[in-house]
């Protein structure tokens, strides 16, 4: 992360500092976790009930951190998610799958809570009832609203704006971002985060049904066609994984004009990082999101075992920024999907 990025906001020094503190606490915990709780009685059992799952490569960090951590703080962990696509489930999926795992009767909830209209009634009853909950990767701001203990993640509008910033000010007049109708709140903070950071530069937005994104080919036309339509586009900014392959794809079908153009994207991946790598693209926006695994489950197990409560009710994974500079380091720990 680029000192450019934060140093006018005293907030995101403290979303830094914050960070830092949490990503060291919970490695000095987990250094100690093996040890201190292989000989536990009870082997605490937590659930994690999530809208995507292994088909998508950017869930694959995700689940590595929640395995690993169940390792090591001697946790059986649980995963109820959609096994099949790279779409997300629907809410009423969604829904159903939270009051499976609720009637379980988990030690401990770890919620992606994408549809906060459907599913936080249901959370908070799991509150209510006993059983302590942790938010991730979606549903921040709404750790206060179900009662969990905290939200591990990062705030959507923020990648969305320090994104959009970043590529104004490396002189991006008009961004081309592909997106879904309105109505996925993490997709909508996003939006309103690049509207904001982009200002007095100009978007162009096109809307493609969410079922499209899975179809590279698709979104690839989709992003060539505009720019063919509009040669004033001299950005494409990728809302996230969805989109950054594709974003690389289109580049190469640009031509000449790919040259006056600049790249940017939310996560990482394979084909993100290469192009990161040759210096195809200015930057990628990095959650972090092993993390967004590995800490739930460090959270609760404390809780759990010692009544250690967060004291926070946001702890950031990120953002982290990857350009040409440390693309190729990142690069062996997203075959190992760490990153």
């Not at 979606?138 to 704006?161: M, P, R």
């Not at 940017?264 to 192009?275: E, Q, R, S």
């Amino acid at each position: 992360m680029t000192a450019s990025l934060h140093r006018r906001s005293p907030a995101r020094r403290v979303t830094r500092s914050l960070s830092r503190f949490a990503g060291s606490a919970l490695l000095a915990l987990s250094a100690l976790a093996t040890n201190a709780f292989a000989d536990d009685a009870k082997k605490p059992r937590i659930v994690f009930v999530s809208p995507l799952g292994p088909a998508q490569p950017f869930y694959l960090p995700i689940l590595k951190g929640f395995d690993l951590a169940g390792k090591q703080f001697n946790i059986e962990t649980v995963f109820r998610g959609n096994q099949q696509s790279s779409l997300f489930s629907e809410a009423p999926v969604v829904k159903r799958l939270l009051e499976d795992a609720i009637a379980s009767k988990p030690d401990g909830l770890v919620v992606s809570d994408i549809y906060p209209d459907v599913l936080n009634d249901t959370i908070a009853a799991a509150v209510k009832s006993g059983i302590p909950v942790v938010l991730t990767n979606n549903g921040f701001g709404q750790a206060d609203n179900v009662g969990a203990l905290t939200f591990v993640g990062t705030d959507e509008h923020q990648l969305g704006e320090i994104g959009a910033t970043r590529l104004r000010e490396l002189g991006a007049k008009n961004v081309l971002v592909i997106t879904v109708p309105p109505g996925i709140p993490f997709v909508d903070a996003r939006m309103d985060g690049i509207a904001k950071g982009i200002a007095p530069s100009k978007t162009t937005i096109v809307q493609m049904p969410l079922e499209a994104l899975s179809n590279q080919t698709k979104v690839v036309n989709t992003m060539v066609a505009a720019i063919q339509k509009d040669p004033s586009i001299d950005a494409i900014f990728s809302l996230g994984s969805c989109c950054g392959p594709a974003m690389v794809a289109a580049r190469g079908q640009l031509g000449d004009k790919a040259k006056s153009m600049h790249f940017a994207t939310i996560d990482l991946g394979a084909p993100v990082l290469d192009a990161l790598k040759q210096g195809e693209i200015d930057f990628a926006i990095d959650q972090q999101q092993f993390l967004e695994g590995y800490e739930p489950v460090a959270i609760l197990a404390n809780y759990l075992r010692y009544a250690i409560e967060p004291v926070e009710h946001f702890y950031p994974t990120g953002p982290g920024l990857v350009t040409k500079a440390n693309a190729e380091k990142i690069m062996s720990l997203t075959a190992q999907n760490f990153r």
